[in-house]
């Protein structure tokens, strides 16, 4: 198994543009999370997607941003527009209560840093 | 409000000694914490676990703790080895959601 992939690695845009960012989670798995990690905040939970259905978007900031899954092996996070402040890195995860549940199950792809200028 | 906090940004040891990690957390519904490990350029990666329902929990060289009246728990390493040179986090679920929230992370230095 690839794990979970992300892409691109490394996204640098300007301010007031769209930035898309991708993610495909681990075949089998049920649960997929959008994670932000910023200096000041650590590792914050945007969104996640159970089923491929949003079941808590609470961290996510500000209507700028939206995330989809159209399909279990495929999901999104969008901004637009981007702002200085959205620089951070942004990890998707995905797992299954059934597979590992004492560990949670939790398998983050290497993440996509994001810069705007 | 940072419900999982964890107040050193950064801890150096010399290797061979103990490396203890701190985290605290604000929540009484959170039931299971775990830690993470996380090294450059990749995404955390498990390490190991606690429920509730126990105070320790061992595995190999790491060892967390947890003070439920204190709700405060730690990751001791011995002996630290350089590999173990990463940044770690803390987290915490509980309730009836799956969703995991993490601690801003600590960055551990091993030196040889």
């Known amino acids: 198994d690839a794990g979970v992939i992300q892409s691109p690695r490394h996204e640098v845009t300007e301010m007031g543009q769209e930035v898309t960012l991708r993610c495909k989670p681990i075949?089998?798995?049920?649960?997929l999370f959008w994670y932000r990690q910023t200096m000041m905040r650590g590792l914050e939970l945007l969104i996640y997607?159970?089923?491929?259905?949003?079941?808590?978007d609470s961290g996510m900031p500000e209507d700028r941003f939206s995330a989809k899954m159209p399909n279990a092996s495929f999901s999104t996070l969008k901004i637009q527009p981007s702002e200085p402040r959205d620089s951070a890195v942004y990890f998707c995860?995905?797992?299954?209560?059934?597979?590992?549940?004492?560990?949670?199950?939790?398998?983050f792809g290497s993440g996509t840093r994001l810069t705007v200028v | 409000d940072q419900q999982v906090k964890q107040n050193s940004p950064s801890l150096s040891v010399q290797e061979g000694r103990i490396s203890i990690l701190n985290c605290d957390y604000t929540n009484s519904m959170f039931d299971y914490f775990l830690w993470y490990k996380k090294y450059p350029a990749e995404g955390p990666t498990f390490l190991i676990s606690?429920?509730?329902?126990?105070d320790k929990n061992e595995d190999g060289r790491f060892t967390v703790f947890l003070n439920k009246s204190a709700k405060h728990l730690s990751l001791h390493i011995v002996p630290s080895q350089p590999g173990d040179s990463a940044v770690y986090f803390c987290a915490a679920s509980g309730g009836s959601n799956y969703k995991l929230t993490f601690g801003k992370g600590t960055l551990l230095t091993v030196n040889p």
């Open positions: 997607f159970n089923n491929n259905v949003p079941i808590d």
């Open positions: 606690i429920s509730s329902i126990k």
């Open positions: 995860a995905s797992s299954s209560k059934l597979i590992t549940p004492q560990d949670y199950g939790y398998t």
């Open positions: 075949s089998g798995h049920d649960y």
